[in-house]
């Protein structure tokens, strides 16, 4: 079976920094684009940051200049340096990977648990 686990959240202090990875598991036969989402209380889930298997890079505007998403393909992980964070980075964070299944060769769209970042003084 393959698994997303997700690690690093935490609290910090406003301008603060903290580093999430999220590694998969299991019999994986490649992995194709990576990202990470956020999702605040009442609010919808939004695209943080994603990368291809190209190494091209998106950003939300939000977080522009602040955070750096990258991608190690030989751990199988996808990591989040987040730095001068706001209150408003505040949110659960989920890692998000199109993993090619060694079983089936096809391609599905998984999830990681999600991990808890809070901002506040």
């Known amino acids: 079976q393959v698994q997303l686990v997700e690690s690093g959240g935490g609290l910090v202090h406003p301008g603060g920094s903290l580093r999430l990875s999220c590694t998969a598991s299991g019999s994986i036969f490649s992995i194709y684009d990576m990202g990470w989402y956020r999702q605040a209380p009442g609010k919808q889930r939004e695209l943080v940051a994603a990368?291809?298997?190209?190494?091209?890079?998106n950003y939300a505007d939000f977080v522009k200049g602040r955070f750096t998403i990258s991608r190690d393909n030989a751990k199988n992980t996808v990591s989040l340096e987040m730095n001068s964070l706001k209150p408003e980075d505040t949110a659960v964070y989920y890692c998000?990977?199109?993993?090619?299944?060694?079983?089936?060769?096809?391609?599905?769209?998984?999830w990681g648990q999600g991990t808890q970042v809070t901002v506040s003084s």
């Open positions: 990368i291809t298997s190209g190494d091209h890079r």
């Open positions: 998000q990977m199109e993993i090619r299944l060694t079983a089936t060769h096809t391609s599905l769209g998984m």
